[in-house]
Nanobody, 115 residues
Framework: QVQLAESGGGLVQPGGSLRLSCAAS????????MAWYRQAPGNARSLVASISSGGTTVYADSVSGRFTISRDNAKSTAYLQMNSLKPEDTAVYYC?????????WGKGTLVTVSS
């Protein structure tokens, strides 16, 4: 059974940092594309960052230079380091994994940026 478990969300002040983790099980992690999406109230879910099995990364313009996606294949875990957080980064962050057209999603972790 495939499971993606996000952790690391919470309340942080503007300008602060958080690191999200996505622990995967039931997949050949090293071969999978991994990505983080987010969804704020009233908005559609949108791509934040992705990393291929070869380590190629892609970022949304709104987070480029502030967020860093990475992966540890030995731990079957993907990470999203978020720095210089802004109130508009407030959202539920979802981890997703895909291989050969099959995608899996975690349940999400809430990030709230507020003073």
């Amino acid at each position: 059974q495939v499971q993606l478990a996000e952790s690391g969300g919470g309340l942080v002040q503007p300008g602060g940092s958080l690191r999200l983790s996505c622990a995967a099980s039931g997949i050949m992690f090293s071969r999978n594309y991994m990505a983080w999406y987010r969804q704020a109230p009233g908005n559609a879910r949108s791509l934040v960052a992705s990393i291929s099995s070869g380590g190629t990364t892609v970022y949304a313009d709104s987070v480029s230079g502030r967020f860093t996606i990475s992966r540890d294949n030995a731990k079957s875990t993907a990470y999203l380091q978020m720095n210089s957080l802004k109130p508009e980064d407030t959202a539920v962050y979802y981890c997703t994994s895909a291989l050969y057209g099959t995608a899996y999603w975690g349940k999400g972790t809430l990030v709230t940026v507020s003073s």
